[in-house]
T-cell receptor
């Protein structure tokens, strides 16, 4: 079984709808991250969390919110989706005791906003 | 975090050794160099990380000269399955944000 799972894997939604992307991990890591990737570009950090009580904005947090329900779960919400939020979204985890730049990524959620 | 520059794309053939060079002229004393691999529609996967000289694991080698202003990822005897985008990242692993900054990467295309 995958260590980092994301649901749904694909989603098509309409402008203005609220949508939640979920991430679960079995690695026991405290640190979790949400990134988005646009075609032909690298990943950009949306939010990150170092533990259940610690949430931080990344470089592109506007239009997004997150919830860290437990050590293993980190959800990303789009309160009112817009077309330029169409992208591939990745969740990742890392172990604070390990290599700080070794992150483990989920399979991604492909979101399309029409 | 220091900016990195790497070729947009490279071509190779099966069985060849591939070297992808990354420039990071503004690397700081505490920065490490990390490489990731990403297949289409998948999340990036950590390949290797180093600080100086040479690091080798079961997947690749990483060569870092003394001035650390560049690094070279070496993939021995590539196969078709090594076709992917390779990202070079530089940063302070002990930094408060612990975030990765990805550039556009190098698309490696391996042909038969």
């Amino acid at each position: 079984d995958a260590d980092v799972t994301q649901t749904p894997r694909n989603r098509i939604t309409k402008t203005g709808k609220r949508i939640m992307l979920e991430c679960s991990q079995t690695k026991g890591h405290d640190r979790m991250y949400w990134y988005r990737q646009d075609p032909g570009l690298g990943l950009r950090l949306i939010y990150y969390s170092f533990d259940v009580k610690d949430i931080n904005k990344g470089e592109i947090s506007d239009g997004y919110s997150v919830s860290r329900q437990a050590q293993a779960k980190f959800s990303l919400s789009l309160e009112s989706a817009i077309p330029n939020q169409t992208a591939l979204y990745f969740c990742a985890t890392s172990d604070p005791d390990g290599s700080s730049y070794e992150q483990y990524f989920g399979p991604g959620t492909r979101l399309t906003v029409t | 975090l220091a900016k990195t520059t790497q070729p947009i794309s490279m071509d190779s053939y099966e069985g060849q050794e591939v070297n992808i060079t990354c420039s990071h002229n503004n690397i700081a004393t505490n920065d490490y160099i990390t490489w990731y691999q990403q297949f289409p529609s998948q999340g990036p996967r950590f390949i290797i990380q180093g600080y100086k000289t040479k690091v080798t694991n079961e997947v690749a080698s990483l060569f870092i000269p003394a001035d650390r202003k560049s690094s070279t990822l070496s993939l021995p005897r590539v196969s078709l399955s090594d076709t992917a985008v390779y990202y070079c990242l530089v940063g302070d692993g002990g930094g408060a944000t612990n975030k990765l900054i990805f550039g556009t990467g190098t698309l490696l295309a391996v042909q038969p």
